[in-house]
């Protein structure tokens, strides 16, 4: 796990005092080393993260033993082991232990044709000399980040956006459509624009070469294909179902315990991280049952105020397991002073403060490992929002039976859920008319069940998710690995009726029935939907409306284009009395605010 970056000049040298302030930028992705490789018009920077092989064999960028192939790579292949054993069995020959020289073997036997062998994450590029070409790629789910932007005849790339910005000529004004959008749905990551104008993010899924400094078209090397059958039948019964999807899952976690370094875990208490807590469990009292306390340790986000803490799911799992549990409580004292480091790290604006809860978790695990597992992927992949029962009762259209008792299912499980979301919808609508300009408006779960879980996992949703834990983790030097987006797994899933994600109400069914047994019932049964959740409602309807008002209330705010202000300062005071009800358009206008501050008022405090 690392940082990487990069630039081709379309002529002329490469600026050496430029790419170092581009890689300087990118320090806390890799503070165990930096490199740099650079030849005629281009330059390579790489900061190292020693997670597989932490010798000098394994330092980036990493050249083939005729220096004709250079790589830097942001990630992990994981299955590097196994395909090294065939590319040895071909003739290759290997001077490391890492990953990294698989990828430059790989390529040189496979070609572009090598990403389709890969299971792992990854960012890279790698320069060919022979061909003058510059190959950049990015793992199925875009697990790792890849910015690219041109400037003076020139193509940068990096991890992180920040480290384009150390070019005073790059990103200097927002995306005004992205914005809007971002300030009406809460959507930044729906294609491959940023909200910063002339950045894009390399799609997932995608490679893209560069040839003389001039970037080509990217190319879709993957896709995902989802079932539209509604109904399990024949040789697809629940049992099959449940136990294929438990084979894949554990072979998946098998694989992200590799590692030279200490891993961890990340556990709200809810399903999707309980249930890889309990797999590693199981995997190391396979190995040895009495280093279970040592080598399992959990990080968890607590707090006071029950309505936001799971920690009585969390004992039920450590008590289970008997791993180590570390916790951390976020309160608003640290938020206070945490605010300005946070929308930094995120570089762009996000949709609540549970970013936050994860934010201090990362922290937590820093102190103690290097790597962590956690369970994003499984609510795309298994329908595990509530607002999908609406595309899954849309999908039930043509089956009347089916479709009343999905009904009655929701009305048991969900009624107050549904209730609130009528309400907040419709605070919502009112809210963007606050908006100024054509203001676009995106239903994530309009369409069909098939149709909302496909675009969930390509698009906005799962993209965002991966980018808020990316930069959180790496935020705190932290290789943050998700099991259940492992390419066979998924494609398993997405291959299964419908009716093994959404069943009588109940969500993530097929992955519930895989559980049975391995986690409490307390846990596997949940109905509600939480992981690592903030008191968002309380936190700006109290211990930060001071702050939150002081932004309303600022000549900087009032001279935005974006929004009219008076009428937002209105409404939230109303709020404020308890006179309407909260929703996240107030977080998004306050968020935006902070982002144009810190990114392009060049304020280097927050009020």
Same mark, same amino acid.
């Given at each position: ?217 990217? *190319? ?5 294909? *989802? ?154 992949q298994l329908a595990g929002y509530l607002g999908y029962q609406a595309s899954h009762i849309r999908s039930l259209s043509l089956s009347p039976a089916a479709l009343l008792r999905e009904i009655a299912g929701i009305m048991k499980h969900h009624r107050r859920f549904f209730i609130d979301a009528a309400a907040k919808l419709k605070s919502g609508k009112k809210r963007r008319s606050y908006l100024f300009g054509v203001v676009p408006f995106t239903d994530r779960y309009a369409g069909t069940l098939d149709e909302v879980l496909y675009n969930e996992m390509s698009g906005n949703n799962l993209q965002a998710l991966l980018r808020y834990e990316d930069r959180n983790s790496m935020a705190f030097s932290i290789e943050s690995r998700v099991p259940f987006l492992d390419y066979r797994l998924v494609e398993y899933i997405a291959s299964l009726p419908l009716d093994q994600k959404i069943r009588g109400g109940v969500t993530k069914y097929c992955l519930r029935k895989a559980a049975k047994g391995l986690i409490p019932e307390s846990v596997r049964c949940r109905m509600d939907k939480m ?6 409602? *309380? ?69």
């Amino acid at each position: 796990m690392c940082g990487i970056a990069g630039i081709y000049a379309q002529d002329g040298a490469v600026r050496r005092d430029m790419l170092s302030s581009i890689s300087s930028a990118l320090a806390h992705r890799g503070p165990d080393g930096e490199g740099f490789y650079y030849d005629d018009n281009i330059g390579l920077a790489h900061r190292r993260l020693s997670i597989i092989d932490i010798t000098d064999n394994a330092a980036q960028p990493m050249a083939d033993e005729s220096s004709e192939i250079i790589l830097v790579f942001n990630g992990e292949i994981y299955n590097y082991i196994e395909l090294k054993s065939e590319l040895k069995e071909i003739g290759h020959t290997f001077r490391s232990e890492s990953d990294t020289e698989v990828i430059i073997h790989a390529y040189k036997e496979w070609g572009f044709e090598c990403l389709k062998r890969f299971n792992g994450m990854w960012a890279f590029a790698l320069y060919d000399k022979v061909e003058k070409l510059l190959f950049c790629a990015r793992d199925r789910f875009g697990i790792k980040p890849f910015y690219y932007s041109l400037s003076g005849n020139s193509f940068y790339f990096a991890s992180e956006i920040k480290a384009l910005l150390k070019n005073p000529e790059i990103g200097t004004t927002p995306d005004d459509e992205k914005l809007l959008l971002y300030l009406s749905c809460g959507i930044t990551d729906n294609d491959e624009r940023t909200l910063f104008e002339g950045i894009c993010s390399l799609k997932p899924a995608h490679y893209m070469t560069v040839r003389g400094g001039k970037p080509e078209n990217p *190319v879709c090397y993957w896709d995902l294909s *989802v079932s539209k059958e509604l109904f399990s039948a024949g040789n697809i019964t629940d049992d099959k179902s449940a136990y294929g999807l438990y084979e894949l899952l554990r072979d998946s976690v098998r694989l992200r315990l590799r590692s030279d370094v200490p891993v961890g875990t990340c556990l709200s208490g809810g399903l999707d991280s309980s249930t890889i807590t309990a797999i590693i469990n199981v995997l190391i009292r396979e190995e040895n049952p009495l280093s279970v306390g040592d080598r399992q340790k959990t990080f968890t986000s607590c707090y006071e105020d029950e309505r936001y803490d799971e920690r009585v799911f969390v004992d039920e799992i450590i008590e289970k397991t008997g791993a180590s549990g570390y916790r951390i409580f976020p309160d608003v004292h640290n938020l206070r002073d945490d605010i300005y480091s946070l929308i930094t790290t995120q570089e762009e604006p996000f949709d609540s403060l549970s970013i936050y809860s994860q934010y201090c978790v990362m922290k937590l695990a820093g102190e103690s490992v290097k790597v962590v597992l956690d369970g994003q992927g499984a609510d795309e992949q298994l329908a595990g929002y509530l607002g999908y029962q609406a595309s899954h009762i849309r999908s039930l259209s043509l089956s009347p039976a089916a479709l009343l008792r999905e009904i009655a299912g929701i009305m048991k499980h969900h009624r107050r859920f549904f209730i609130d979301a009528a309400a907040k919808l419709k605070s919502g609508k009112k809210r963007r008319s606050y908006l100024f300009g054509v203001v676009p408006f995106t239903d994530r779960y309009a369409g069909t069940l098939d149709e909302v879980l496909y675009n969930e996992m390509s698009g906005n949703n799962l993209q965002a998710l991966l980018r808020y834990e990316d930069r959180n983790s790496m935020a705190f030097s932290i290789e943050s690995r998700v099991p259940f987006l492992d390419y066979r797994l998924v494609e398993y899933i997405a291959s299964l009726p419908l009716d093994q994600k959404i069943r009588g109400g109940v969500t993530k069914y097929c992955l519930r029935k895989a559980a049975k047994g391995l986690i409490p019932e307390s846990v596997r049964c949940r109905m509600d939907k939480m992981g690592f959740v903030a008191p968002d409602e *309380v936190w700006f309807g109290e211990d930060i409306s001071d702050i939150v008002g002081n932004v309303f209330n600022s000549d900087e705010f009032a001279s935005r284009k974006y929004w009219d202000a008076n009428e937002i300062l209105k409404d939230y005071n109303l709020f404020l009395s308890g006179k309407t009800g909260y929703s996240k358009d107030f977080w998004r206008v306050f968020c935006s605010e902070l982002w144009l501050r810190i990114f392009f008022d060049g304020r280097s405090e927050l009020l």
